[in-house]
């Protein structure tokens, strides 16, 4: 059972303009979300992350929306660049857990 | 300073043999996680260690999966007996405080049995 889920594989967007990645989760133990960009031959790298306590965290382009009672967690991208182009995970933790459970990713295209 | 690396970046080999997969992580870093990535899918984690020891190995998903971090820096990740099943990318991650949340990752092995 997967209990992180990323239902969009693919998503295309023009420059400019917002981006937004969704990303479902089905356990109520995880209380800490991350999102990670992955570049082809490159390991995930962390991009921005939200505790269960919050609903919402901004890094300038970046912002992260928790919905806990939905289990839904999105991250928008504005304005949407071309170097934005990759895979982005969604991933989260259980409280003092030792492991991060990821999404099957989503790959993002931004069009010139 | 230099990040996570590992060795090699590809390997191919054929089913039923033995590999060894390599992962030396950032200096000083006490945590390391070995995950696995299927095409299409997202990092599965397989093991991680605290120093030495193995803190938790519930991701392994058979006795045919074993890793090693004898002196607490680089990790071996052994496969024995490898079936077509295990290509992946295994990737490896460290992180200085031992939350997950605080990892850097290395590129990955592309492992591809034949």
């Known amino acids: 059972d997967q209990q992180v889920k990323q239902n969009s594989p693919s998503l295309s967007v023009q420059e400019g303009r917002i981006s937004i990645l969704n990303c479902d989760y089905t356990?109520?133990?995880?209380?800490?979300f991350l999102w990670y960009k992955k570049y082809p031959a490159e390991g995930p790298t962390f991009l921005i992350s939200?505790?269960?306590?919050?609903d919402k965290n901004e890094d300038g382009r970046f912002t992260v929306f928790l919905n806990k009672s939905a289990k839904h967690l999105s991250l928008h991208i504005v304005p949407s660049q071309p170097g934005d182009s990759a895979v982005y995970f969604c991933?989260?933790?259980?409280?003092?857990?030792?492991?991060?459970?990821f999404g099957g990713g989503t790959r993002l295209m931004v069009k010139p | 300073g230099a990040g996570v690396s590992q060795t090699p970046s590809n390997k191919v080999t054929e089913k039923g043999k033995y590999v060894e997969l390599r992962c030396d992580p950032i200096?000083?870093?006490?945590?390391l996680y070995w995950y696995r990535q299927s095409l299409g899918q997202g990092p599965e984690f397989l093991i991680y260690?605290?120093?030495?020891?193995?803190?938790?190995d519930s991701g392994l998903p058979n006795d045919r999966f074993f890793a090693v971090r004898p002196e607490g820096s680089v990790s071996t990740l052994k496969i024995q007996r490898t079936e077509r099943g295990d290509s992946a990318v295994y990737l490896c991650?460290?992180?200085?405080?031992?939350?997950?949340?605080?990892?850097?990752f290395g590129p990955g092995t592309r492992l591809t049995v034949l």
């Open positions: 991650a460290s992180s200085l405080t031992g939350d997950p949340d605080t990892q850097y």
């Open positions: 356990n109520s133990m995880f209380d800490y």
């Open positions: 939200i505790s269960s306590i919050k």
């Open positions: 991933a989260a933790e259980e409280n003092a857990g030792n492991m991060l459970t």
């Open positions: 200096s000083g870093h006490t945590a």
């Open positions: 260690f605290q120093g030495t020891g193995a803190a938790d």
